[in-house]
């Protein structure tokens, strides 16, 4: 999670800003009789939008856009968190059981779709909410076993997050995720920094490469269809010749 994220996520977390607090309030402004799951939809949708384009913001992206992300994963999220909380009523849990499991399906259902949303490839976005579910969901129910608070709770989550993202995809130059509470996470490399590309690496991508072979067809061309020529310039080599005589 990045560190605007983090901050914000801490500072609503440590006054007892929740998703489910904020759809209440904005749902009885509207004077709409809403139920938990919705106020937990409209209220994770907000918080998801004001973290989402504070993060794009900060890190030099497109604010409109992480609101807009932040806002699709942090309302399903929210939504599906409080959905499978309320079933998991009697089912004979422990509220920190039952806390890690509703928290860990909304991160992974919110954390899936919201990096679809922001255009991640489905690989990426299926990556973005296993991380998201599993750090959300341990964060979540360690923080309520032990006692951590909201704002324990989300730090723990975030935590977990970035180890999990380091551990999965330690080179990936750029990876999209979602850290524990529905923020969208966006890792580049710096600017003007670049891999230089050396003979191995180009040929360890080309052996790599489905049906290649040494000499075979690459690129729609073919090592055999070309004569062998000269590289060297006969008439360069004797100017370096004479001038070092």
Known sequence: MPAAALVA??????????AASVGTAVLSAAGIAGSTIVANVVGGAI?????????AAVQGGKPLKGALTGAISGGIGGGVTAG????LKGAGLSPSVAAGISKGAGGFAGGTIGALAGG?????????GLISGVAGGLGTGLGKEFGLGEAGSSLLSAGLSTGLQAALAPSASRTLGYGGGFTPQVTQQAKGVTTPSTGATIGGSLAAAPGYVPGGAVFGTSDSEKKPSNVWNTASLRTIGEENA
């Open 9 to 18: 996520t801490l500072a609503l977390s440590s006054v007892g800003v929740t």
């Open 47 to 55: 918080i998801g939008a004001g973290t989402g384009a504070l993060s």
């Open 84 to 87: 499978v909380g309320e079933a």
């Open 120 to 128: 991640a490839k489905f690989g990426q976005a299926l990556t973005g």
